[in-house]
């Protein structure tokens, strides 16, 4: 029996789905589209089928996804992958499954613009980057540290709307405090390494500092369409992420020419502050929401989340009516 066989439909719990397509494999598990057979009066829903098999991993690769299975069910927040229902089927593989975001991830996104040689208008690199704020606030404020804030962990819906997902690396600390802003602390090198901070990569203590540190990785990524830092191994890419600055903000196609005309100075100093080197220097994300440059969007932001929350309700109602 092969743990990463297509979800059994004779089950009970997938009685509901149809199996539609396998969309990832990697070393927890694997992921399939799923969608709901719907009836007359509500229409068939896709979900995203996680399935990840104990019996292949670790102790705390275990630790992690068993985590992970109680953390998204606990998350409730507008921008991040809300969460649908789990359980674990046969005593030994883990299932969880999540909404699918009809958009796709931000590196697909982020690929396709750069074969196009197109550039996301700063309006919506704002709005993303200031729903993804308010995602890494609310996590912070229930001391979580996500871990691996990156381009493939962060999901577009069919609106153009951005949702931080995949908590399978997350650190969630112990509640010592009443203060939302005291950090929670780590020291384990996880996640993705273009995206990990000098504390990180240093095997130093970190917190929450490190998930804006892989935020603005995202954004420079997005607004650049290149990485802040490349190297041909991995040597090369820890030197590059601690001593070094991440290569200007340069067009595509247009090697060594200073784009200055489709990003502002806010918009770079932004994505700057957010790439210090030293953690304490980086604001937070709430610190962030708060600067007057991203005002604006942070307002659309939470117009949005109100959207967003009244839709959920409605769709509750229907399918529960």
Same mark, same amino acid.
């Given at each position: 029996? =092969?743990?990463?066989?297509?979800?059994?439909?004779?089950?009970?719990?997938?009685?509901?789905y149809?199996?539609?397509?396998?969309?990832?494999?990697? =070393?927890?598990? =694997?992921?399939?589209?799923?969608?709901?057979?719907?009836?007359?009066?509500?229409?068939?829903?896709?979900?995203?089928?996680?399935?990840?098999?104990?019996?292949?991993?670790?102790?705390?690769?275990?630790?992690?996804?068993?985590?992970?299975?109680?953390?998204?069910?606990?998350?409730?927040?507008?921008?991040?992958?809300?969460?649908?229902?789990?359980?674990?089927?046969r005593?030994?593989?883990?299932?969880?499954?999540?909404?699918h975001?009809?958009?796709?991830?931000?590196?697909?996104?982020?690929?396709?613009?750069?074969?196009?040689?197109?550039?996301?208008?700063?309006?919506?690199?704002?709005?993303?980057?200031?729903?993804?704020?308010?995602?890494?606030?609310?996590?912070?404020?229930?001391?979580?540290i996500?871990?691996?804030?990156?381009?493939?962990?962060?999901?577009?819906?069919?609106?153009?709307?951005?949702?931080?997902?995949?908590?399978?690396?997350?650190?969630?600390?112990?509640?010592?405090?009443?203060?939302?802003?005291?950090?929670?602390?780590?020291?384990?090198?996880?996640?993705?390494?273009?995206f990990?901070?000098?504390e990180?990569?240093?095997?130093?203590?970190?917190?929450?500092?490190?998930?804006?540190?892989?935020?603005?990785c995202?954004?420079?990524?997005?607004?650049?369409?290149?990485?802040?830092?490349?190297?041909?191994?991995?040597?090369?890419?820890?030197r590059?992420?601690?001593?070094?600055?991440?290569?200007?903000?340069?067009?595509?196609?247009?090697?060594?020419?200073?784009?200055?005309?489709?990003?502002?100075?806010?918009?770079?100093?932004?994505?700057?502050s957010?790439?210090?080197?030293?953690?304490?220097?980086?604001?937070?994300?709430?610190?962030?929401?708060?600067?007057?440059?991203?005002?604006?969007?942070? =307002?659309?932001?939470?117009?949005?989340?109100?959207?967003?929350?009244?839709?959920?309700?409605?769709?509750?109602?229907?399918?529960?009516?």
């Amino acid at each position: 029996m =092969a743990a990463l066989d297509a979800p059994d439909e004779s089950t009970s719990r997938m009685d509901p789905y149809d199996v539609l397509e396998q969309i990832g494999k990697g =070393a927890f598990g =694997a992921a399939w589209i799923i969608q709901t057979r719907g009836n007359d009066s509500n229409p068939p829903r896709r979900f995203v089928l996680k399935k990840i098999p104990l019996a292949r991993l670790s102790e705390r690769q275990r630790h992690l996804s068993l985590q992970e299975r109680q953390l998204v069910a606990a998350l409730r927040h507008p921008y991040v992958v809300p969460y649908h229902r789990s359980w674990i089927e046969r005593s030994h593989t883990v299932c969880i499954v999540m909404r699918h975001c009809d958009g796709g991830d931000l590196a697909s996104a982020a690929w396709r613009a750069g074969r196009r040689r197109e550039r996301f208008p700063e309006r919506t690199l704002r709005l993303w980057l200031a729903q993804l704020l308010s995602a890494l606030a609310y996590i912070h404020s229930e001391r979580v540290i996500h871990r691996d804030v990156k381009t493939g962990n962060v999901f577009l819906t069919s609106t153009g709307d951005a949702m931080l997902g995949d908590f399978g690396l997350a650190r969630v600390g112990t509640p010592h405090s009443r203060n939302a802003t005291d950090d929670v602390r780590a020291t384990s090198t996880v996640g993705t390494p273009h995206f990990m901070s000098p504390e990180m990569l240093r095997g130093a203590e970190y917190g929450f500092a490190a998930d804006v540190w892989s935020l603005g990785c995202v954004m420079y990524e997005l607004t650049t369409l290149r990485r802040p830092f490349t190297a041909f191994d991995m040597e090369g890419l820890r030197r590059k992420i601690l001593h070094s600055p991440p290569v200007a903000f340069i067009q595509p196609g247009k090697e060594g020419e200073e784009d200055a005309s489709l990003y502002g100075d806010g918009w770079r100093a932004t994505i700057r502050s957010m790439l210090r080197k030293a953690p304490e220097e980086r604001p937070s994300a709430s610190e962030l929401l708060r600067v007057s440059d991203m005002s604006d969007a942070a =307002a659309d932001a939470d117009a949005r989340a109100r959207e967003i929350e009244a839709e959920k309700e409605a769709e509750t109602r229907e399918w529960s009516g």
